[in-house]
């Protein structure tokens, strides 16, 4: 084991009980969560920074200028989210499973900047979180999806979800496919703590807002797959 995985654990916990605590503080006086965002950058490139994970970004031309888009990623590892928060370089809130909104600390900065928890086991609450996420999009917030809904269990691609490309439809926002290559090798899903390295972040064209949702949904696997992903046997 490398010895910068033994700092991990430490890393994070000090940097998300600290940024968390100010984060949360900040959140109350600026409701917006552009504050809460800025903190979770700052959290993220700690982490990263701490551990060594050293990240490339490209396709930065791809993102609309002015405009309220969901980014739609894949999802290898834990890593994907300080990933996107540290290294795509504008506002945005995710949609994120409950489970992380009940973490001491973390789950405060989420909650009060504004991002959305997904319930899947309650039929009510998964709405209203959609619900929540259009106010974000009219606000003229892009908003984060993961599309398979969880992390994958071996690094490939597995079935999307099709909510956030119904949402696209509805609210006529563009979909910005967004390839996450390298997280899994550094921290597989049952993995406690993560390893240096380097991983690639590659952001697609955007899809146009008015497609059908299956169609779009096929156009960022087709991009994903071009980007180097592999897709798991069906």
């Not at 490139?45 to 993102?63: A, C, D, M, Q, S």
């Not at 993560?194 to 696997?221: C, L, Q, R, T, W």
């Amino acid at each position: 084991m490398n010895v910068r995985c033994l700092f991990f654990i430490p890393i994070f916990v000090v940097a998300t009980i600290f940024l968390g605590f100010f984060s949360s503080i900040a959140a109350l006086m600026d409701r917006s969560g552009h504050t809460s965002h800025l903190f979770a950058r700052y959290w993220s490139r700690f982490i990263f920074w701490g551990v060594g994970i050293k990240p490339t970004v490209t396709g930065l031309e791809n993102i609309p200028k002015n405009q309220a888009v969901i980014f739609a990623a894949n999802h290898q590892s834990t890593m994907d989210i300080p990933a996107m928060f540290g290294f795509l370089p504008v506002e945005f809130r995710i949609m994120a499973k409950q489970i992380l909104f009940m973490i001491p600390f973390l789950g405060w900065h989420l909650y009060l900047g504004g991002n959305i928890p997904i319930d899947r086991q309650n039929t009510k609450k998964a709405r209203d979180s959609v619900f929540k996420s259009a106010s974000q999009i009219k606000k003229g917030i892009s908003l984060l999806i993961f599309v398979e809904g969880t992390r994958s269990r071996d690094g490939k691609l597995h079935r999307f979800k099709r909510g956030g490309f119904t949402l696209a439809k509805k609210l006529h926002v563009p979909v910005v496919p967004i390839a996450i290559n390298g997280t899994f090798r550094l921290m597989p899903a049952e993995a406690w703590t993560a390893a240096p390295g380097k991983i690639e972040i590659k952001i697609m064209p955007p899809i146009p807002e008015d497609n059908e949702p299956d169609f779009v949904a096929d156009e960022v696997k087709r991009e994903l797959l071009a980007a180097g992903l592999e897709e798991a046997p069906a």
